[in-house]
């Protein structure tokens, strides 16, 4: 059974710096893209950023130029590396690891941007 458990989440203030880490334990046969969704109260959950097992990334339009994504294949490890945060950018930001054996979700870590 895969289990992915995220770490890093927290109140920060704006214009601060957080990174989320999220570690995937279990039986995994090759992850193709290792993701970071976000979602706010009221809303749907939304791309944050994901990378491919060739190291290509895609962002969210709102988190370009603001936040990394980085991943360590070697230990089904992804990051996210999250700079000039904003009261906006407040959610609960879910890992998402796109396997060969499936799809997988972390449960869940709180990120509040205020002061």
């Known amino acids: 059974q895969v289990q992915l458990v995220e770490s890093g989440g927290g109140l920060v203030q704006p214009g601060g710096s957080l990174r989320l880490s999220c570690a995937a334990s279990?039986?995994?046969?090759?992850?193709?893209?290792m993701g970071w969704y976000r979602q706010a109260p009221g809303k749907q959950r939304e791309l944050v950023a994901a990378?491919?097992?060739?190291?290509?990334?895609n962002y969210g339009d709102s988190v370009k130029g603001r936040f990394t994504i980085s991943g360590d294949n070697a230990k089904n490890t992804v990051y996210l590396q999250m700079n000039s945060l904003k009261p906006e950018d407040t959610a609960v930001y879910y890992c998402?690891?796109?396997?060969?054996?499936?799809?997988?979700w972390g449960q869940g870590t709180q990120v509040t941007v205020s002061s």
């Open positions: 990378i491919t097992s060739g190291s290509s990334t």
């Open positions: 998402n690891f796109r396997t060969g054996g499936g799809i997988y």
């Open positions: 279990g039986s995994i046969f090759s992850i193709y893209v």
